[in-house]
C-alpha cells in the first residue's frame, strides 16, 4: 500500500518515525511530507501567498516549512509523490480527544486529505496524567504504531471522501484514534464518541516591551474531560484504542421555526 505520513510535531518528532519504521517492516511504500517544525495547534490553517521552503531529506522523505495541511496540498497537488492510497497524520505527541479536535494540526492534515479525496486516519497518544505534550520516549509508540499498521483496510474501509473533487452523497469523513502511550498492546478498541474537554486555568499574559508592542505568553492549565456518552476519553483511559469516526465537512446546526430575520 502507498502510505502518505504526515504530523503537527514536525519531522523529527518520534511518532511519525517510529510509525514511518513500522509501516516499513510490512513493506508499505511509505512516503513523508512533514513540517519542518512544530506547528501543534495550527488545525487545518494554509498559506495563501508566502512562499514555504519544501527540501528533501531522504529518499520519500520531504519537509515542508508551513503547516500539516499545507503538507498534505504539497505532497497531492505538487505531485511529489505517487498518490497515496491512504494518509496517516501523527502519531501526535499528546491526546486529541474531544474539543482537541478543532485546535490540532495532527486533525486538520486528515480533514484535509479527505477532503481532497484520500482515506485519512489521524493518531495520537496520551499519558496518565492527561499532558497536553508527552514525552518523546520512541517505546510509547509503539502500540499506536502497531495498531494503525495493522488496520489500515479498516481505516480506509471507514473512510468517505470528495470524488475527483466533487461532493460525495455522504458527507466526507475520516478517523481519529486515541489510546495510551505504551509499549504494550491495547486491550482492544471501542468505537467512541467525542468527550467535551475543558482547559481549566489557561492564562495570556501580555508583556509591554515599549512603544506600543507586547508580547503575548500563553500558559496552560489543566484539563477536564466530561462526556453525553461513552466517550473516547473513556476508552483511552480504559485501555483501548479510542476510534472515531469524524465528519471532514462543516455541518450546519438544525434550523429554528418562528425565526423573524430583518432585511
Known amino acids: 500500500m502507498k502510505i ?8 523529527d518528532a518520534p511518532g511519525i518515525n517510529v510509525l514511518r519504521e ?5 513493506n508499505h511504500t ?31 522523505f520531504f519537509t515542508c516549512a508551513g503547516s500539516p495541511a499545507d503538507c498534505v496540498m504539497t505532497a497531492i497537488h505538487g505531485k511529489v509523490f505517487d498518490r497515496p492510497d491512504i494518509l496517516l497524520s501523527g502519531i501526535n505527541r499528546g491526546p486529541n480527544l474531544g474539543l482537541d479536535i478543532l485546535y490540532s494540526g495532527t ?24 499532558e497536553i505534550v508527552g514525552s518523546e520516549d520512541e517505546n510509547e509508540y509503539y502500540a499506536m504504531a502497531d495498531f494503525a499498521a495493522k488496520n489500515l483496510s ?16 455522504e458527507k466526507c469523513v475520516f478517523t481519529n484514534v486515541n489510546g495510551m502511550a505504551q509499549s504494550r498492546l491495547y486491550k ?11 482547559y481549566i486555568g489557561d492564562k495570556v499574559a501580555l508583556k509591554d516591551l515599549g512603544g506600543g508592542r507586547y508580547e503575548r505568553n500563553f500558559t496552560g492549565g489543566r484539563v477536564h474531560s466530561a462526556a ?19 465528519y471532514a465537512e462543516p455541518s450546519a446546526a438544525p434550523t429554528l421555526d418562528g425565526i423573524d430575520f430583518k432585511v
Open 107 to 130: 486533525c486538520g492534515a486528515a480533514r484535509q486529505a479527505a477532503l481532497m479525496g484520500i482515506p485519512s486516519a489521524a493518531l495520537s497518544v496520551m499519558w496518565p496524567d492527561d
Open 154 to 169: 479498516v481505516f480506509k474501509s471507514m473512510a468517505v471522501t470528495a470524488q475527483g473533487g466533487l461532493m460525495p452523497k
Open 4 to 11: 502518505l505520513l504526515t504530523n503537527d510535531d514536525g519531522f
Open 30 to 60: 511509505v512516503y513523508v511530507m512533514a513540517p519542518a517544525n512544530n506547528q501543534s495547534g495550527t488545525s487545518q490553517s494554509i498559506h495563501m501567498s508566502a512562499g514555504i521552503e519544501v527540501r528533501e531529506i531522504d529518499e520519500n
Open 228 to 246: 453525553r456518552e461513552y466517550s473516547d476519553y473513556d476508552a483511552c483511559v480504559e485501555g483501548y484504542a479510542a476510534v472515531t469516526r469524524l
Open 22 to 26: 513500522r509501516l516499513l517492516d510490512d
Open 188 to 198: 482492544g478498541a471501542k468505537f467512541a464518541g467525542v468527550s467535551f474537554r475543558e
